[in-house]
């Protein structure tokens, strides 16, 4: 075939070797017919086209089949992960853990003396290859922690079980292949992703590309980093995206199902249910599709199953409301500014690109008049004050805090909604920020955490990332957190308790030098005994805060406070402690603070900060001596110890959930190094009686 110059530009090359014509020097049909080229030549030719027929066929499968080729190389990735990742007992996972035992085993959440039996066997056998477990072995944990007891005499967790449930199936599997049960929660969490990604593949409403940009984004999101979590992040995580999906499908049933049923985990995901409902309410009117709306609000039953569950059997629709674990009290701006915008646990320092973006549409789109990211942006700061009530904000993370987990598919699906695909701006945005994700969730926890500290809880929660540290250390006015994320990531432990019990919170930099101090009136005037400070500087800070009432911050800047760290092991290890409280009778798992009076006996100073502090804790027996519980809250003394010198200090006592009579033996540690008993000091023992 001869192509005429006016249509040398209209047809592809691909189009030509369809056809199999050259692309360039044109042949003619008649040159061909006679056989003017020799017979090796022709050969050449003929397998070249062959070739190129079947290059083109091979792209064009693979790109018709290009959704589930995605789908299946994600599935492979995420089930390798989960399957070579041994089990984790984070945040609240050994209920979450029980309550699949407990299901699996009678069909009920409520636990038993069996269900508790065969999770101390499981973890038991997950402690050679589980940090968190083996620490569990060591300090001993409370199987009844988190569960609260009926008028009926049964046990139940406060958080709900279906996350649990769902786990099942998977537990069951890897005990007829011999597997380790306890992997089920994290493989249910793989399989929840998998279930995600194929909605938005193959049941959602998207166009083709933002259809393949959507699940890049959920895959290349800190979201993933709970992957092998046994918490339900990722459950709600997963039904989200799939309600989203949904929902542009015009699939409004399945939407309000999914959103239902990641409420039951995650109540603010409730709000996300409405919208879909709403949505869904507003087709059936114009349509008059009548079942259909009834189909519609059956989906949204789902959300109020808990609520239901836990009057039946506590009278209240939500046990952590009833039980402290949550408050509306505690919504404020400064928590709202916090989970946007703090350097440790905020969504910025994680969603960077996306946050700037999803900022740049607002103001886009208002001129626009395209009203659909207002409407996101309103579910997402309904979901955001929702999740304030929480009264532990800095709780058990993997970087960007878990209440924001649930909520970063809306962020998401807002830029890729928000965005035309038509203007090169908005292509060039997405793909930068797409490249942005992933060299983060990439680089974690290397580049936010430079190391897991040695502590006893192996989770990063309580330590500063690289970001908030460089700022501590060099620039501290610019990075003030709320006062219980710096109480817990400068004292490197979690605390349960009011913050003022603790002032001054005191940040130093590894030399010992002071950069930033959290206090009060009465904290600043003690400020001296805990470490070198300039008297000048000490003396005007006074003045400033005379009448100054609550909790501040002071930067410093040039050095007018050091301390002395403890960087060496004592070698005299002699100390008197009494506790000056003698309690009555005390309610089981309940947290009581004793005041302790301690004398240091030898012949060195102690310090609290440095590689080896000194720390108050107990250890906890029953009535028999049999340990109970050894490993237990640790309180570091707050400043330095002369010897000859006694000091008081709190310690915060959890008694056992089970009624009984104990024996509570208080001792000093010095960390990294050991406990005072050990190296010959004598003890003070507290018996206790729990009813």
Not at 17 to 33: C, E, L, T
Not at 61 to 83: E, G, K, N, Q
Not at 134 to 159: A, I, R
Not at 298 to 322: R, V
């Amino acid at each position: 075939m001869v192509m005429r110059s006016d249509q040398s530009d209209s047809i592809h090359p691909i189009q030509a070797i369809q056809k199999g014509d050259h692309v360039g020097k044109a042949v003619s049909p008649k040159k061909r017919k006679k056989g003017k080229h020799p017979p090796k030549k022709q050969s050449v030719i003929k397998s070249s086209n062959n070739l190129a027929d079947q290059a083109v066929k091979s792209a064009g499968w693979l790109y018709r089949h290009i959704d589930l080729l995605i789908l299946l190389v994600s599935a492979v990735v995420l089930l390798i992960i989960v399957f070579t990742e041994p089990p984790q007992r984070r945040g609240d996972g050994n209920e979450y853990y029980q309550m699949m035992i407990s299901l699996s085993s009678h069909g009920t959440p409520d636990l038993r003396e069996s269900d508790i039996s065969e999770y101390e066997s499981l973890r038991t056998g997950t402690a050679k290859a589980s940090m968190s477990f083996k620490q569990d072995l060591v300090e001993g944990y409370d199987p009844y922690n988190g569960y609260f007891q009926t008028d009926s005499g049964t046990h139940y967790s406060s958080h709900f079980w279906f996350y649990s449930s769902t786990a099942i199936p998977a537990m069951w599997f890897l005990q007829a292949i011999g597997q380790n049960e306890l992997l089920a929660l994290q493989v249910t969490n793989a399989l929840f992703i998998i279930f995600a990604l194929y909605v938005v593949l193959f049941q959602s409403g998207f166009s083709k590309y933002k259809k393949w940009l959507f699940p890049a984004f959920v895959l290349f999101c800190p979201a993933i980093w709970y992957l092998g979590w046994p918490h339900p992040e990722i459950l709600s995580y997963s039904l989200v995206v799939a309600s989203i999906a949904f929902f542009t499908g015009k699939k409004y049933p399945l939407a309000v199902l999914c959103a239902a049923l990641a409420s039951t985990q995650n109540p603010p995901i409730i709000f996300l249910m409405l919208f879909a409902l709403a949505y869904g309410l507003a087709d059936v009117l114009r349509s008059k599709q009548w079942v259909r709306g009834g189909l519609l609000m059956a989906s949204s039953l789902p959300a109020f199953a808990p609520m239901i569950f836990y009057y039946i059997n506590y009278g209240t629709p939500n046990l952590i409301f009833k039980t402290g674990g949550a408050s509306c009290a505690v919504i404020s701006f400064q928590r709202t500014s916090s989970f946007l915008f703090d350097l440790n646990q905020g969504l910025l320092p994680y969603l960077p690109g996306i946050l700037i973006f999803f900022t740049f549409l607002l103001l886009r789109n208002w001129k626009q008049k395209e009203w659909r990211i207002y409407e996101l942006a309103l579910v997402i700061a309904s979901m955001v004050l929702l999740a304030q009530t929480t009264t532990n904000w800095n709780s058990d993370a993997e970087g960007i805090m878990r209440y924001g987990v649930w909520m970063l598919p809306l962020f998401i699906w807002a830029i890729i909604d928000g965005s035309n695909l038509a203007f090169r701006t908005d292509r060039i945005f997405l793909g930068v920020i797409l490249v942005m994700q992933l060299i983060i969730v990439l680089s974690f926890p290397s580049w936010f955490f430079a190391q897991k500290i040695g502590l006893s809880d192996p989770s990063p929660y309580v330590e500063n990332n690289r970001l908030a540290s460089y700022l501590l250390d060099n620039h501290p006015s610019l990075y003030n957190p709320l006062p219980e994320i710096f109480l817990e990531r400068t004292l490197n432990k979690e605390v349960m308790y009011d913050s003022s019990d603790y002032l001054p919170v005191i940040y130093s930099k590894t030399d010992g030098t002071v950069t930033k101090i959290m206090t009060d009136r009465k904290g600043l005037v003690g400020l001296s005994s805990y470490g070198d400070v300039d008297a000048g500087f000490l003396q005007q800070q006074k003045d400033r805060y005379r009448d100054e009432d609550g909790v501040y911050y002071l930067n410093l800047s040039r050095g007018e406070m050091k301390f002395t760290v403890q960087e060496k092991a004592l070698s005299v290890f002699n100390a008197e402690i009494k506790v000056d409280d003698q309690p009555g009778v005390m309610m089981p798992d309940t947290a009581y603070q004793l005041t302790v009076s301690i004398k240091n006996t030898g012949t060195e100073a102690w310090y609290s900060l440095g590689k080896y502090p000194i720390g108050l804790s107990y250890h906890l027996f029953d009535q028999d001596g049999n340990p109970v519980k050894l490993e237990n809250y640790r309180e570091n003394i707050r400043h330095r110890v002369e010897p000859g010198e006694e000091i008081t200090m709190p310690i915060y006592l959890t008694t056992p959930d089970r009624p009984g009579s104990y024996l509570v033996q208080f001792d000093l540690v010095q960390e990294n190094v050991g406990w005072f008993e050990d190296r010959g000091n004598n003890t003070t023992v507290l018996r206790i009686e729990v009813r």
